[in-house]
């Protein structure tokens, strides 16, 4: 497993969490990011805070079973209410090393819809993607979910989560980045190419 410094793992963090902003992935407290650093330790976004105002110091040290480690992060910050997915995310797949869940629009979209990704027109997209499953519904932050979203990363890049939105990981944060961007790119191709097939 490659190990990766607390302070850079934060400054991707802080940058993936800009990006997601920027780009309409996420609004107000939306969306989570988290890094692998080792064996046990996982650098992870706090509760309550918009994830592309961030800074080092909001970030949060946690171990592979949930418990707060000493670091530098602001008094009274929390972790996101969703660590257990990302605990299990990299308990089933331990060459998984960052993880992304946000809110994008297309991709949330087809996820409150109960529909799945039936693939895109982009060769590239699919190559990046693969196959994403739609995985049945389940409380936000429960360990059902956390379970469900793990068994996926045994054998998938991605998932969307039903009447949620969507998650994806990689063995670095910009491939799991890439592969949120990839995911959301074919889901608004299909949804706009099923228009225009309508109206032929």
């Known amino acids: 497993m490659k190990q990766f410094t607390l302070t850079a793992a934060a400054a991707e963090i802080v940058e993936v969490g800009r990006r997601l902003l920027l780009n309409g992935m996420i609004a107000g407290h939306d969306g989570n990011i988290s890094i692998r650093l080792n064996e046990n330790e996982i650098l992870v976004t706090p509760a309550g805070r918009s994830k592309g105002e961030l800074t080092a110091a909001d970030l949060l040290l946690v171990d592979m079973q949930g418990h707060m480690l000493p670091n530098v992060a602001a008094p009274g910050l929390k972790p996101t209410s969703e660590l257990p997915m990302h605990l299990q995310i990299y308990q089933h797949n331990p060459e998984i090393q960052a993880v992304v869940h946000a809110h994008s629009p297309f991709a949330t979209a087809f996820a409150a819809a109960g529909r799945t990704l039936q693939g895109s027109c982009l060769p590239e997209v699919t190559e990046c993607l693969g196959e994403i499953p739609l995985l049945p519904f389940a409380k936000p932050g429960t360990e ?57």
């Open 144 to 200: 059902q979910l956390g379970a469900a979203v793990g068994e996926a990363a045994r054998n998938y890049r991605g998932a969307l989560l039903e009447a949620h939105g969507s998650v994806a990981w990689g063995v670095n944060l910009r491939q799991a980045f890439y592969r949120m961007e990839e995911l959301e790119l074919a889901c608004k191709i299909e949804f706009l190419a099923s228009f225009l097939v309508k109206g032929q």
